[in-house]
């Protein structure tokens, strides 16, 4: 299901991202939903009311005490004649005022007087957005079920960098259709919690020990677990993967700091391990980068000490294990006997089985291949080669049905 046949209340504020909600109405019109707009006095300044009239073909609403409109008390019907209000762009301003209740022109006194749920699309200064008094703001709004796409990390109009740009206007209508996806979804309302990518472990200021891992598996099953209706938190170590909207994302460099995150984000109800965790470090980190010497003949030997093992710690955790552990064995030699065994050493409730060796191109790669067992039964799920997104949704299918 889509926006095809809703009604979307489209809330413009002022800020210079305000062109892109021209974008979005397109793009919502074009996938059969309808559009009502208010803009705010602001908003004026950035895109014309009749370009906004033209693409909805409807009415632009913008002031409160339009005698026409309020003699029929236009604003709490335009607060509730509708499937969803969307804020876009939501500046920091429209937040605070949301969060205090503040209703002071016609946007802000249909927010305070609706009972439609409402979505917000951020889009400010870095600064502004990681402000304390904006954040305490956010934090108030998602109490309330407000829904946030984005903000995005990126070059803004002010000439800095960082998180504050507003989502693409197909990730906010990504984001719409997930609204009104079908309210079945197997994994509604649960916790999800996955880990994703390599990590790299330092040896001195220039130098990491890692692998080859991209984080794409991981990263789909973030996707496709959202997609199922869960609350997903992502762990992720490096990776330049795109970040899935309406995800909680949370980049850790190293395997300490991957378990310290994971045991911070507890409790979940179903945590996946698809990290690639390297299970040593270095035991003598250098603070100063390791020098080679032309007339030194010596060979600098490097002593490693085991990682935390974040796997078998969350599974045999007495309180706030989760109700469902799922962990990833990636082997290159016996796959399935190596399998069969790390899972009885982890004690985690599922594992998932691929084949890393060089000549299958998984590690890394956009396909996988996968098998299924899990810690009482031998039954054993084989997936055929696919791409990782088909794959995540498959075990995304199998751990909902798992976790009824």
Known sequence: MSVQGKNIL?????????????ELIRLIRKSGGHVTAVMTKASKQFVTPLSVAALTENKIYDDLFNLTDEAEMGHISL???NDLILVMPATANILAKMAHGIADDLATTLLLAT??????????????????????????????KVIFVGPEEGDMACGEYGYGRLAEPMDILTALNQFFAPQDQILRGKHVLITAGPTHEPIDPVRFLGNISSGKQGYALATAAR????NVTLITGPSTEPVPQNVKLLKVQTAEQMLSAVLNNLPADIAIFAAAVA???VADYSEQKIKK???DDDIKTIQFVENPDILKTISKLVSNRPQLVVGFAAETTDVLKNAQAKIKRKECDIMVVNDVSPKTGIMGGDHN??????LNSEEIIDYKTASKDKIAQQ??????????
Request: no cysteine.
């Open 395 to 404: 075990l995304i299918a199998y751990i909902g049905g798992f976790n009824k």
């Open 115 to 144: 009972d439609s749920r409402v979505m917000v699309a951020p889009a400010m200064n870095v600064r502004m957005w990681e402000h304390k008094a904006t954040q305490h703001n956010v934090d108030i709004l998602k109490q309330r």
């Open 279 to 281: 299970d040593w470090k």
């Open 79 to 81: 607060s509730r004649e």
């Open 10 to 22: 489209l809330v413009i504020t002022g800020g210079i991202a305000a062109y892109k909600s021209l």
């Open 369 to 374: 291949s996968v098998r299924i067992i899990n």
């Open 227 to 230: 997609d199922a209706g869960a």
């Open 293 to 295: 010497h032309a007339d």
